[in-house]
């Protein structure tokens, strides 16, 4: 048994190995507690709720490699699904309202980058910022009502199947694997790592920092728009209190998957692990009727483990460093 452990180990990093117990486990609790937990109907269900947090988590994974943070995106996804249902309900072209729509999504990057770069606001309290803002501008638009969505074109997206499987999840996958790859194997990806893990040094090395968590900042506008728009679809409707809290969900998922909130550690396979991880979580919570109150409490319980799981790797690798810089000493 210990011999088939090790070549467990060995071929799935423990950090990953960790999650992926972790989601048996999860799986295991709530089907004992309820026998239509582990169905292919849930299971496709698990996929959708998780596509929109998904989408956000793909862009805090940049920037919290980074050294960076954005608390928008809840927000930012209900006022870009608001803004495009409103559009389209004008008679614009749905096309086009989806390209002005992902614009004001890069429009929010370039705003939270320029708090951040620019009048030195920590990335926390400018998205904070943006958080209020945007949500605030999410219920000017409708009114504080919801814009209903009749566009055959427009509802296309949220009703789309392959395979069995909707549309919204395919997106997410495609977006997840192109970004992973993006960071794992080209030069703009070690830059990300770069700045996160020491900023003067990147600096000192010919990177612009600025430069790159502007581009991240874009980046996370777009993709959040492209998600409101996606949820929206699915909900017929632009919703000005649609996802509340988003943002804490995609980060826990996120920290959860191995991304270090000091910078410079992370990728996108324990990314979508921990994406899987939270919304089987969440879901479990809902089909075995836990009250809405103790949801909430659950959820902060888990960001909780997720901070306190970073600070233990966080420890770890500084150990590790420490008793390697050591015996580079010693060796001398």
Request: glycine letters at 10%; aromatic letters at 10%.
């Amino acid at each position: 048994m210990n011999n088939v452990w090790k070549k467990v180990k060995g071929l799935i990093p423990g950090d990953k190995l960790i999650l992926i117990v972790a989601l048996v486990i999860v799986v295991a609790i709530f089907t004992s507690l309820n026998g239509n937990y582990l169905s292919w109907t849930n299971f496709v269900n698990i996929l959708v709720a998780a596509s929109l947090i998904g989408l956000v988590a793909i862009g805090h994974t940049y920037l919290i490699i980074a050294g960076q943070n954005d608390l928008s995106p809840g927000s930012v996804a209900a006022f870009t699904g608001v803004l495009c249902a409103t559009l389209v309900a004008m008679g614009v072209p749905f096309i086009l309202a989806m390209v002005i729509t992902l614009a004001s999504g890069a429009v929010v990057g370039i705003f939270n980058a320029w708090m951040v770069n620019r009048i030195k606001i920590e990335a926390f309290i400018a998205t904070l910022v943006s958080q209020f803002v945007f949500r605030g501008f999410a219920y000017i638009l409708c009114d504080g009502r919801p814009v209903s969505i009749t566009d055959k074109s427009y509802l296309w997206i949220g009703a789309t199947r392959f395979l069995s499987i909707p549309l919204s999840v395919w997106i997410m996958l495609v977006l997840i694997l192109v970004f992973g790859i993006i960071l794992a194997r080209t030069r703009f990806g070690r830059s990300v790592y770069a700045i996160g893990g020491n900023k003067d040094a990147a600096r000192l090395a010919g990177l612009n920092p600025q430069r790159i968590v502007t581009i991240l900042f874009i980046m996370m506008g777009v993709i959040t728009a492209l998600g409101g728009i996606v949820f929206s679809s699915r909900m017929h409707s632009g919703q000005p209190a649609a996802n509340v809290n988003l943002e804490f969900d995609a980060i826990t998922a996120v920290v959860l998957g191995g991304v270090s909130f000091t910078g410079g550690v992370g990728d996108m396979v324990g990314t979508i692990l921990g994406v899987i991880l939270i919304q089987a979580f969440n879901t479990g919570l809902i089909m075995v009727n836990v009250p809405s109150f103790w949801q909430y409490v659950a959820r902060g319980a888990l960001l909780l483990f997720a901070l306190t799981s970073d600070y233990i790797r966080k420890t770890k690798r500084e150990k590790a460093l420490l008793e390697s810089s050591k015996k580079a000493l010693s060796s001398k």
